[in-house]
Each structure stands twice: as C-alpha cells, then as structure tokens.
C-alpha cells in the first residue's frame, strides 16, 4: 500500500521573480524584488531599509535575469513533464498584469504570457497552482502608496486577482494568495514591500498592512469563488513547528507563543476571526488596527478552502540567555540550534519528523485538506568532469521527508499534494545566490550572472521521476 491517495498531486514550485527573468519586458513593470542585490547588501533592504526605488548602476539584481523562464518556459515544462509532475506551483507576477499596480486597464502581453504558460502546461496535463503574490509589489505602489501600509492596496490587489481569475477561469483551479504571509513580519519588505523610515514605530505598521493583506486575501477568495465555480483557494504559510528547548514550562510557553506568530494569519484566513491571543498581544504592545465596519464580516464570511505550507525546518526555543546564543540560520527565522539535528550548509535545520509533526499540528488546528507547496534542501552542487551532478544528498534529504509526509497521511492528515521546491535551479530568495541550489535540473549560472543558462538533468532527477511513477511507494 502506497499510503499516498490517488490523484495525489506531485510536482514542483517556483515564483516569477525567482526565474523569469526579463524583468522589464513587454510591459512588465518594475517590482520590490527587482531592487534587492545579492548577499551581504541584500538582507538590510529586505527589512525595510531601501536607498533607491530605482535599480543602481553599481549592484548586481538577479531577477532580473534568473534563469529566463520567461523564454525558456517550453523547454523547462517539457522536462517537468519527463518527471510525471502532475502540478506546477508558480506565480503571476503582480507587475506583469498591472505594471504600476494601479493602472486602469490591465497589460495584455502580460496577461498573453500566463496564458501560453498555462497552454504548454494543459498540453503535459500538468494542473497549474498559482500564487497571486509571491514577494512582489510594483513599485510604483511602494513610491505612491506607501505599499501594504496604505488600504488603498486592498482594492488595487482585488482588482488584480479579479483580473486574472476572469482571464484564466478555464485554465487555473489551484490558487494561493500571499506566499508565507508570515514572511511579512520577519522581512517586511519582502512580504509587503514596506520601507520604513528612522523612528517609526515598525510594529504598529506591520500588523496593519498584515490586516489589509488579510482582508485583502479574503476579498480574494470571495472573488474566486464568483467567478471559478469550483475553484480551490488556499493560504501559505512558512510552517516549522517551534519545539522548545527543555521541559521549562517557560520556554513551552515561549515555544507556544512563536507558533501563534505565525498562526496567528492562518487563524484569519482559516477560522475567519482574529484571535484572543492576538488581541491581548495588540493591546499589550499599543497596537491599534484601524479597520473598516464590514471587515469583520468580509474576515468570517470567506475562508480558505485548504492549507498551504512551506517546510524546510523546525525552530527551537528557550527563555535561557545562555542556552540562546546557540543560534543557527532558517527559513524566515533563525533558531536556537537543535543538538539532535544537522544543519544544511546555510545553517538550515533538517529534520524530517518536523515535517510530520508539522502537518499534525495544522490538521488538528484547522481540519481542512493542506498542500505542502514547497519543502527542499539548498546545496552546493559541483558538476563533475563529465558534467554530471551525483546529488544523492539531495535525495536523501527528500527520501527523509517523502516518508514522514506518508505517515502523516497514516495519521489521517488529509494532504492534497507535494510540490518541491525549486525543480530547477532558481535565485534564492535570501541569498540571491545561484549557489544555493534546489533542481533536480542543474542551470549553468552563477551568483554573478555568468553561465550558458543551459539545462541538466542531475542524478535526482530520475529518482524524482520514479516517486512519482509509483505514486511514492517507491521513495
Ligand atoms: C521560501 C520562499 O521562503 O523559501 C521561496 O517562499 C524561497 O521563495 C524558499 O526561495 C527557499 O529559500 P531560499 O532563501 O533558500 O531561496
């Protein structure tokens, strides 16, 4: 018995800014992401801290190139389809559609992209999930708007997704509004496109533009059930259970509160209210939401048909100075270094378990199907002389989890899918690097831009082929 259902839909995810490339072509305008250089001069901007809203002569951006996917598309679905993958995660990039965000008429070469994308996917039989905002905001909305901050943004993002639902109602059933809309708490430009000036309170500005993505998200979700009758509306979370260090009840308490960090979106888009915890939170730390009389009701009245997750990692946490200098990188957060676990060569834990116990804790929380939308290992890769990359590491880091997701479907835990993250090597998304790979296709370019862009199939690519084949009996 294979443990996964039938129908189980396996694939891969990507975002628009991590590999189209072509940043500014046939009418795309330009986007937050667009303005983030690579590595050490990349993390200040994602917090907030922008100097210029117009890419600099002196920096490197790297999506502005990518892996050019927005002309490569054909050959990279054709490998995807060698793979079996029945699904494709990807994004609409925001600016495609809506150059400055809050133009009158949307950009048909834009929207005409998506729609050859979608054609070349119906003709693998490969089922689209897209993701309507995946850390991108034009920047003309940043300039003029003040982005998520500014309520305004909530109409302008319902007339995008309304745009898009409309043009591809036949085409796309899978949809995701914010990718890890935790994101926006840890960087906030990232997340939101927020830039923050020297002595504001960044707190107070967060939760609120967090509140118009919410309703803004919800608002969504309504519009995609007028107009795709049978349409399936998901919310993504960068997920990772928080353990906490020791039997303390301090640090179970510290741990319990961390989750509720991030709970705390999925709790609105999923139960449709905010929660106590947060209330208590806001008026603790003078947080005062300026809402709207019917927000409420928009809140409740339109949830999300399923769970969309991010795993990479779990977190641990502890209330002991001491015991927290131990820190080790993550996705989104760092962590208190686990003593049981290794760590990736970014520092990212990996365990598997967590991946288990992680869907346990969001299906007994919201009870409604999940779809673990990205989960993957960033690695160095180095061909060998023959040009060939061995990545058993890679495989061994998937095989890990592949199992533990199938006991979690023997627990019960209703998964609707798997979609890796990264079937082809992409930006990273906190590095900006080349480096950090994740394909089961190796892209010959590097951290600087320099390469052939050429396309090979690595060691795990079979391997992947054969899971999905077997419907994951054979991991
Ligand atoms: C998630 C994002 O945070 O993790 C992706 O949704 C990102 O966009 C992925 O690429 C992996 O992170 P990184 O930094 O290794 O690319």
New binding site residues.
Partial sequence: MSGFPKGFLWGGAI?AN?TEGAYLEDGKGLTTVDLLPTRDKRFPVMLGKLSSYEPLESEFYPSHEAIDFYHRYKEDIALFAEMGFKTLRLSISWARIFPNGDDAEPNEAGLQFYDDVFDELKKHNIEPLVTLA??DVPVNLVKEYGSWRNRKLVDLFEKYARTVFTRYKDKVKYWLTF??IN?LLHLPFVGAGLVFEEGENEQQIKYQAAHHQLVASALAVKAGHEIIPDAMIGCML?AGMTYPYSSNPDDVMDAMDKDRESFFFIDVQSRGEYPGYAKRFFQENGIELEMEENDANILKENTVDYIGF?Y?SSRVTSTDPKVQENQTSG??FGSIKNPYLETSE?GWTIDPKGLRITANQLYDRYQKPLFVV?N?L?AVDVPNENGEVIDDYRIQYLQAHLKEMKEAIQDGVDILGYTS??PID??????GEMK?R?GYIYVDRDNDGNGTLKRTKKKSFDWYKQVIKTNGEEL
């Fill in positions: 975002a991590q995946h850390f990718n890890e994101m960068a991010s990479y996705n989104v970014w990205e993957g960033g993250w990264g992409i930006v990273s998304a906190s590095t950090k994740y």
